[in-house]
């Protein structure tokens, strides 16, 4: 819409990153705020424009790296009069779905009625998108005036925080600031010391728990679990959506000693898929569901949506007042971009943010279902160093027609030379280091009944997803709220 700011990750100054990557468009700024890129563009690109001052300036708190240290959390939230304390919150952790889980709870709350703040992490296209308010992205000038304020704040104050910790504050304080009645609130990365940790929530969740991050949460299932359990609050309800007995033993043990009542999955509720359809059944303590349509493609999101379902039972159970036609309802609109995400048609090009071997084989399975276990895609690749990016090559490389090997900027790309030699093996492999030269040939190379798909890293689809975005006359995932 008019007079709105796009804002992107890919645009980070003085961390050697290619400007020509960088998806902007200053709408809302005057014309003299502009500067033309002097590096030559394709035109088969979307047009690239820098940043504001203010947001160069939060981009580059990604330079003091990751801290994680509630204490530091605690006092940037004093600074602000403690808004994380005035908020109604849901609390979600996991490996595998949380993100998902987020945007169901979203969606059927406000299907209630209610004004449900969204936060959710990374983003894909708009740093707005982390941010939201009835669906609505916070708006792009609003989100400018509250960075410039806590950075006044906080540098008068002498509190230095990350990048995280800043934009987890400004959340904080934007929910309580426009008294929303309810947030659902989306761990980054663990639980235990992540800086959304600071809240104190009417329930935890925990959707299914499997490798990832091993270098912060340790290399064991039950260590994993341990870390993501540590948003378990004392006397806090809990779901439990992981399946794995280590996981389980680990996550009950923890809420027993909270004296926190957990919800488990296959225990307490249970579910029935109906796939290939996009529909399943609940059943529950208290709440009996069948046939729910689901607007989300694949078995793995029947499972997400029980879990989502779980939440909602335990808050009808704390007087909310969810219905059963607006949970139906909140699921059959449900949104949320890059998981099995139908950018393209002819081509049939999907984008998918899998990102680990739980979201792989998930992504998979739900080709086979949705498309034929004999659909060969052509595969654009790229992930992250501290990933089992082994495994996944394994896993995707038997199932491909060809593959094009990019970098997944910008935090730690792994280098596509590494994965050359696992899916050359399998199938015809070729590198193009620049995402989006990466994407065009691919769509070159494609005939109209072919299946393109992008996975192995949300930033992947994050720096790609814009190219689609503007060959359909959008600029953005969500709707933008007015300034």
């Known amino acids: 819409m008019a007079g709105s700011l796009s804002f992107s990750r890919f ?57 994680y240290k509630l204490e530091r959390m605690d006092q940037a939230l004093a600074l602000l009069g403690n808004p994380h304390l005035k908020l109604n919150a849901v609390h979600i952790a996991g490996t595998k779905g949380k993100g998902s889980v ?38 792009a000038p609003l989100m400018l005036d509250y960075i410039e304020q806590l950075r006044d704040i906080y540098e008068r104050a002498g509190l230095a925080l990350t990048f995280f910790e800043f934009t987890v504050a400004l959340m904080f304080l934007y929910f309580a600031e426009a008294a929303v009645d309810i947030a659902v609130i989306e761990t980054g990365l663990g639980g235990r010391l992540d800086s959304t940790n600071v809240v104190q929530p009417l329930l935890s969740v925990i959707t299914p728990i499997g490798f990832d991050h091993m270098e912060r949460l340790g290399y064991t299932i039950a260590a994993i679990a341990a870390e993501k359990g540590g948003i378990i609050k004392p006397g806090t309800p809990v779901v439990i959506g992981s399946r794995d007995p280590e996981a389980r033993l680990t996550l009950t043990s923890i809420a027993a000693r909270r004296q926190s009542a957990a919800f488990m999955i296959d225990r307490e509720f ?20 069948d046939k729910i349509e689901i607007a989300l493609a694949g078995p793995f999101q029947h499972e997400n949506g029980a879990i989502a379902l779980a939440a909602l039972e335990l808050l009808r159970g704390q007087g909310w007042p969810i219905t059963e036609n607006a949970i139906r309802r909140g699921l059959a609109e449900v949104s949320w971009p890059g998981r099995f995400d139908r950018v393209w048609q002819r081509p049939l090009v999907i984008l998918d943010c899998a990102h680990n071997e739980l979201a792989v084989e998930a992504l998979l399975q739900t ?64 590198i193009v280091h620049e995402p989006l030269d990466a994407i065009c040939e691919v769509m070159d190379q494609s005939a109209p009944d072919d299946v393109v798909l992008v996975t192995g890293s949300v930033y992947l689809v994050g720096e790609i997803y814009p190219w689609f975005l503007q060959k359909g006359g959008r600029r953005a995932l969500f709707p933008e709220a007015e300034p």
Request: include cysteine.
């Open 11 to 67: 645009a980070v100054l003085n961390f050697g990153l290619p400007v020509t990557l960088l998806w902007l468009l200053l709408c809302s700024l005057p014309a003299t705020s502009f500067v033309e890129i002097g590096a030559r563009v394709k035109s088969r690109r979307p047009r690239m424009e820098p940043k504001s001052d203010t947001l160069n300036w939060l981009y580059s708190l990604e330079g003091r790296g990751e801290i």
């Open 102 to 139: 987020a945007a169901m709870l979203d969606a059927c709350l406000r299907a209630v009625g209610l004004r449900c703040g969204l936060y959710t992490k990374p983003h894909l296209v708009n740093l707005t998108e982390r941010t939201r308010i009835g669906g609505v992205e916070m708006a």
């Open 270 to 289: 249970s579910y029935h898929s109906h796939a290939p359809a996009h529909r399943f059944d609940y059943h529950g303590l208290g709440l009996d569901l």
């Open 367 to 430: 080709i086979d279902l949705e498309l034929g276990p004999t659909i060969r895609p052509r595969l654009v690749f790229g992930c992250l160093e501290d990933k089992q990016w082994w495994r996944m090559a394994e896993m995707l490389a038997p199932r491909m027609q060809s593959v094009v090997l990019t970098r997944a900027k910008p935090k730690r790309p792994l280098a596509p030379e590494k994965l050359l030699p696992l899916f050359a093996r399998w199938v015809p492999s070729q």
